[in-house]
DNA sequence: GCATCGGATTTTTTT
DNA sequence: AATCCGATGC
């Protein structure tokens, strides 16, 4: 088989390149994560190097297994076996193995953002802090910066006041983590470069195996990573990293996409090639992209080019404000789509904060029209989920202090702060977690009657029996027989599912819950929570149905769509306003436009308003100061007709106004035109048949059944219909 | 111990 | 606008 078939010759280079370290500087849309997978076919395929020896970190699961799946695809079973996952993934299973190097045992749990906080939370309680003074979130950032630069607790660098404050959380907040046999995201990582760094042993056993190195996305890696990838290539140095500078949109999160200097830097002797040839977008649309990406100081300049022709020209819009935003986008989908020039399935929807989906959303819905949200709502952030994911957890590790609080209460048991507040320090005094103390109450309750008052006694020695029953038989349970034991024994379905709709919804995803479980037959609980607590919102990010796609510019990374809106493109929300004062936040609020611009395939929508909500109000706001980058010559802009008939009335009560304006003077009765039944014809929507129709505010408003569209409500004055028959 | 109410607070982006 | 928190009352 040919391995470098349908490849560029910067591509070939890059797949075929020899041993060393090589940096492979790919623009959007070069085919960057072909390379890679046809890098790893090569190595194995040609020259001979057994899966077991290949290491490859991608940033989101789903693109570990498409890159896996990818492999097999060209070379077969044979080529199963690559260490291939996120880096966190990665180095929760390092951190497992060698747990006996590391101050917690291997069935530690990994906490999520809402353990965190509330560990955070106790132990500024604990150290007697004002909460609204150091705000838990601000401190646990400050927190897990640290972490990805590798500051330990007690180098934690004392600047300012804050800096001791912090210190102090962060070293009870360390210790409690201890505690409850659990790290948190920034451990995985902050644990697994301590380790080979202490370890002199470890890291040569991690780095001799991992004969060839390769990194995805490489502009994001923060430090804590690109430590990581140095040492498990330290054997080796074959270290293979894919990246693009202006697609860094994690500077919050630690990334740094100086590593690729750092890189150079580290490796003088590395081969450095360029992808510039896009595959992905017309002509028109890179031009947008590198008009937006352009001014953005220290770039190493690359010139994309494709061989795709011209196409269409970037359209932008401007609207009255963000409501008629999101009906604009929906119309417009709705008219290409009605049109047959697109499917549904071809769009995404992209914007800078969730809290812009629900206009969206509302606009949908009311065109009834279905889409698919990414993010926000998350399946695992739903309380019923976590529920039962919190019951798990607790059987996996009774001393996840989180979780046994989450759930000892529900469904509702009676237990209180009261009753908790025992436990905690009865548990203090034994020198048990309270966990353990439960576990323990539920194997013999006699022993502990003197501590408890009586009513707190037979509730907590009832919650122990259940966990120690679950936990003794552990061993023998996969994760989804736990599971069943546990909705089961605590009567988890009548408690959630009160038979309304909400109760049933609830249901429904306690069950879904249950059929990921079902996959995990011959696997262990360990393994159950560890991908749990892993997947991503892009993990959840499936094609299959042909519906429009909702989503944050950040989560659209990587992905590609025929068809792109990018709303809000307004001063305060791209860029967004906590950038103003912030240089460096600035220029990444500026490479976010240019991912979501380089998303589009064939055509691109702009679009911004004049008014935006925030806090429920409306303000007046200005156009984002990157729409001026880009040339006039590059866009179409389709708003000026709406904007001045809107712009002229914005101070007045645009009901009265559309009424002078519509009917100067005259009298105000109209005649009802269209009856349920009749049929008629729409200049964009194509025939349809008439639902319902009623007089409102001087013009008639009619429900229409289209054949491709489904309901659609028009104001009879505007839509232009026509009678057929 | 639990439910309800009013007020404050919130919006960046997420492995 | 929606959620979270704390205080109050049962």
């Known amino acids: 088989m040919d391995l470098l078939a349908g490849l560029n010759t910067q591509q070939q280079q890059a797949v075929i390149a020899g041993l060393g370290p090589v940096l492979v500087m790919a623009g959007p849309g070069s085919g960057k994560t072909r390379v890679l997978t046809q890098r790893i076919a090569y190595l194995i395929g040609k020259m001979g190097v057994r899966p077991y020896n290949i290491l490859a970190v991608t940033f989101t699961n789903k693109a570990a297994r498409e890159m896996e799946n990818r492999v097999i695809n060209l070379l077969g079973e044979s080529a199963r076996g ?26 530690f749990v990994i906490f999520d953002e809402d353990d965190q906080m509330g560990l955070v939370k106790r132990v500024i309680s604990d150290l007697n802090l004002d909460d609204k003074q150091y705000r838990p979130l601000a401190i646990l950032n400050s927190i897990s910066n640290a972490k990805n630069e590798l500051i330990l607790p007690d180098e934690y660098p004392l600047q300012t006041y804050r800096d001791e404050v912090v210190k102090r959380v962060y070293i009870g907040y360390q210790q409690m983590l201890l505690t409850n046999n659990a790290v948190d995201f920034d451990d995985l990582l902050l644990y697994t470069a301590f380790l080979l760094d202490d370890n002199p042993a470890v890291r040569e056993r991690y780095a ?33 990293a894919v990246g693009d500078a202006d697609q860094s949109i994690y500077r919050w999160r630690g990334a740094d ?37 352009d001014p953005n100081p220290n770039r190493s300049p690359k010139r994309l080019f494709t061989e795709r022709s011209e196409g269409l020209k970037v359209m932008l819009h401007e609207t009255y404000d963000d409501r008629q935003e999101a009906s604009f986008i929906v119309d417009t989908i709705a008219s290409l789509v009605g049109r047959q020039q697109i499917k549904p399935g071809d769009v995404a929807v992209m914007y800078r904060t969730n809290a812009q ?29 976590k529920d039962i994911i919190a019951y798990m957890r607790l059987v996996h590790n009774p001393n996840d202090e989180p979780s046994l609080l989450r759930v000892i209460n529900v469904p509702p048991r009676g237990v209180g702060d009261k009753t908790l507040q025992v436990l905690r320090t009865q548990a203090q005094k034994i020198s048990l977690t309270p966990g353990e103390l439960l576990f323990q109450m539920g194997r013999d309750g006699e022993q502990f009657k ?18 120690s029953r679950w936990i003794t038989q552990v061993g023998e349970l996969d994760p989804l027989k736990i599971m069943d034991r546990i909705i089961d024994e605590t009567d988890y379905h009548a408690y959630i599912d009160d038979g309304t709709d909400e109760g049933n919804d609830r249901w429904e995803n306690v069950m879904e819950l249950r059929r990921l479980a079902s996959e995990y037959q011959d696997r262990t609980l360990s393994e159950f929570l560890e991908n749990i607590a892993l997947v991503s919102d892009q993990d959840t990010i499936e094609t299959s149905a042909n519906v429009p796609t909702l989503l944050t510019l950040h989560a659209a990374k990587g992905l590609e769509y025929p068809v792109v809106f990018i709303s809000g493109l307004n001063e305060g929300t791209l860029p967004h306003s906590r950038s103003f004062d912030d240089p460096e936040a600035m220029q990444e609020e500026r490479r976010l436009l240019y991912v979501g611009v380089t998303r589009a395939k064939d055509r ?38 709406r904007t001045m008939r809107l712009s002229n009335m914005t101070s007045f009560d645009s009901k009265k106004i559309q009424w002078e304006s519509k009917r100067p003077g005259g009298a105000s009765v109209i005649l009802q035109r269209y009856h349920a039944g009749a049929h008629v014809q729409h200049p964009v929507w194509g025939d349809g048949m008439v639902l319902s129709s009623r007089i409102q505010d001087d013009d008639e408003i009619v429900d229409i059944f289209f054949e491709n569209l489904g309901m659609k409500r028009v104001a009879a004055s505007l839509a232009n219909l026509k009678m057929k028959g």
């Open 450 to 467: 003197a501590t408890f008052p009586h009513r707190a006694m037979i509730i907590l020695v009832g919650f122990g029996e259940l966990l």
């Open 357 to 385: 989906s629900r206009l969206l959303e509302e606009a949908f819905l009311h065109a009834r029209l279905p889409y698919k949200l990414v993010g926000a709502q998350r399946f695992y952030g739903r309380r019923e989920v």
């Open 82 to 107: 690559v260490t291939l996952g996120t880096f966190h993934a990665t180095c929760a299973r390092i951190l497992r193995r060698e747990a006996e190097h590391l101050p917690f045992n291997s069935n």
């Open 604 to 641: 691109l929508y702009l679009v911004y308003a004049q008014n935006r909500s925030a806090f429920g109000y409306p303000d007046p706001v200005e156009p984002s100061r990157f729409l001026s980058d880009i040339p006039d010559t590059l866009l179409d802009d389709t708003s000026s007709l």
């Open 257 to 293: 996409y100086r590593n690729v200097l750092r890189f150079e830097q580290d490796y003088p002797d590395a081969q450095v090639i360029l992808l510039e040839q896009n595959y992905r977008s017309t002509q028109q649309i890179l031009d947008v992209a590198m008009a937006v990406i």
């Open 208 to 240: 001799r195996r991992y004969e060839h190195v390769l990194v995805d996305e490489f502009q994001d890696t923060n430090l804590a990573q690109y430590v990581l990838l140095r040492r498990l290539s330290s054997h080796h140095n074959n270290i293979f």
